[in-house]
């Protein structure tokens, strides 16, 4: 059964619906027997829909416009797409200091301007090499089988954001060498960003 000082490790991730099945049921478990978790999880979700109503329709500053323009392909984007996308980023930007769990969706929308929204440039990503599966379970309760399979090597950035190695020549010593766990590596590669995949066409272990 999941304990106070666990829920409330994990009380952003039950909000978004993103623990597992089990780690979910045992929060709902606690939740029902616990008054003072109920109080905190009525509160946070109270504190998001207040940040919501307060944010409104948010307008992009001129100078923010200006710039967006320059990095953007005129070409691809009107106007009216620019200032919709800097106004978003103003409003994501916003809520990522006043609620933690829309954090995924700030480095999402800042990955898009800064990879100019194309995902076919090559990439340099600079972290440390952990089991994405032993994060996992740690971070959310998922039942990790690294005991059986073995552990599956991934990238932490200093964003806190884990990108996955996909399967390939380059990147096999880095996914399935458990040796290198725990050490900082430089990949250069194509990143697929919806999918928070990255492909490896060259590391070097730092």
């Not at 207040?50 to 200006?66: D, I, M, S, T």
Request: proline share 3%.
């Amino acid at each position: 059964m999941m304990d106070c000082k666990k829920l409330r490790e994990v009380l952003d991730a039950y909000l978004d619906r993103e623990l597992s099945p089990e780690a979910a049921r045992q929060a709902e478990g606690h939740i029902a027997e616990c008054e003072a978790c109920r109080r905190a999880v009525e509160g946070l979700r109270g504190l998001r829909a207040a940040v919501r109503a307060a944010a409104g329709e948010p307008e992009a500053p001129a100078h923010l416009v200006e710039r967006i323009q320059k990095v953007l392909r005129p070409k691809w984007y009107g106007m009216r797409a620019i200032q919709a996308m800097a106004a978003a980023l103003v409003l994501v930007a916003t809520l990522t200091f006043l609620v933690p769990g829309v954090r995924g969706a700030a480095a999402t929308a800042l990955d898009f301007l800064s990879l100019r929204l194309d995902d076919s440039r090559p990439v340099v990503l600079e972290g440390e090499l952990l089991c994405r599966d032993c994060r996992l379970e740690k971070q959310y309760g998922y039942h990790a089988m690294c005991p059986l399979t073995g552990h599956h090597g991934a990238i932490a950035t200093a964003d806190g954001r884990i990108w996955n190695i996909l399967e390939g020549d380059k990147s096999r010593e880095l996914i399935h060498n458990s040796s290198l766990l725990g050490h900082r590596v430089k990949i250069q590669g194509r990143m697929y960003r919806k999918a928070g995949s990255i492909a490896v066409s060259d590391y070097q272990m730092l």
